[in-house]
């Protein structure tokens, strides 16, 4: 899918915080994001991401992994997210559809996905549509 | 506008995200690492090739070091540019790289400035022609 200079422009205002603790994934995925005109916020593992939020960062999508080193996973941290920032549109990416439930996200995106598959589900919901309705 | 890709090695991501996205700005790819194993991964894998290495030596000094020699000895393409004040930095950081490690916290425009004349001075050694 590619926006035209219109959605371009907007898009380019648009904030997807993409919390991945696999470093080359992280990066090459942010890479398409970025070609995406989107800005991407990479964040390591759940705690960097909580902590960029508590202090004021902005996002409109968090992409997020569930299994993560660090005091909490990708789980804990949508369920902080939603209370705290219901604003920000949550996908989450796993191997093991087993912790979501479906409804408490905007979209689940199963491992492996491609960077193609994962940028369309960032910009349907960038743009409006719930992936999974 | 492409200026080359810069990788940058830094624990806190409310350090690291401004000065990544200032780079940016400036018309550099910026790659993130959170440490240095996660730098050193993204250096042996090639899949984004990368010019300059800014690590913060503040959170882990012997890993970066180790970090940095690796890089000297095994990626003759990559400079590197040290930051953070730790003790035996500066003789440490004499064997590593050029230029004196940068002080933290970041002044974007030194890092910058930094970064444009190591690239500057690798390009003046580079064979001509």
């Known amino acids: 899918m590619v926006p035209d200079r219109d959605e371009d422009l907007a898009l380019s205002d648009a904030c997807v915080l993409l919390v991945e603790d696999e470093v080359v994934v992280r990066a090459l995925l942010a890479d398409e ?23 004021g960062g902005v996002a409109d999508l968090m992409l997020s992994d569930v299994r993560m080193p660090g005091s909490m996973d990708g789980i804990e941290l949508r369920r902080r997210v939603r209370a705290e920032f219901p604003g920000i549109k949550i996908v989450i990416t796993s191997g093991n559809v087993g912790p979501v439930i479906p409804g408490e996200v905007d979209a689940f995106l199963p491992k492996p996905y491609s960077f193609t598959k994962a940028v369309d589900v960032v910009l349907r919901l960038i743009g409006g549509e719930t992936a999974n309705g | 506008m492409d200026e080359g890709c810069v990788l940058l090695v830094e624990a806190d991501i409310l350090v690291r995200q401004p000065m990544a996205e200032y780079l940016r700005e400036c018309g ?58 730790v003790p035996k930095m500066a003789g440490e950081a004499g064997d590593l790289c050029e230029e004196t490690p940068l002080k933290k916290p970041y002044d974007h425009s030194l890092v910058l400035e930094r970064i444009k004349q190591t690239r500057a001075a690798r390009d003046r050694k580079a064979p001509k022609g």
Do not use: M
């Not at chain 1, 994001?33 to 202090?55: C, F, G, H, Q």
């Not at chain 2, 894998?45 to 000297?72: H, M, N, Q, Y």
């Not at chain 2, 400079?79 to 004040?85: C, E, P, R, S």
């Open chain 1, 33 to 55: 994001l970025r070609a995406a005109s989107l800005t991407v916020i990479e964040a390591a593992n759940a705690d960097e991401a909580w902590a960029y939020l508590k202090s």
């Open chain 2, 28 to 85: 550099y790819k910026v790659a993130e690492a959170a440490n240095v194993t996660e730098a050193r991964q993204l250096l042996r894998e090639r899949k984004i090739p990368i010019d300059v290495v800014l690590v913060d030596a503040g959170t882990d000094a012997e890993g970066c070091f180790a970090l940095a020699s690796w890089i000297r000895s095994d990626q003759p393409g990559v400079d590197v540019i040290l930051a953070g004040t």
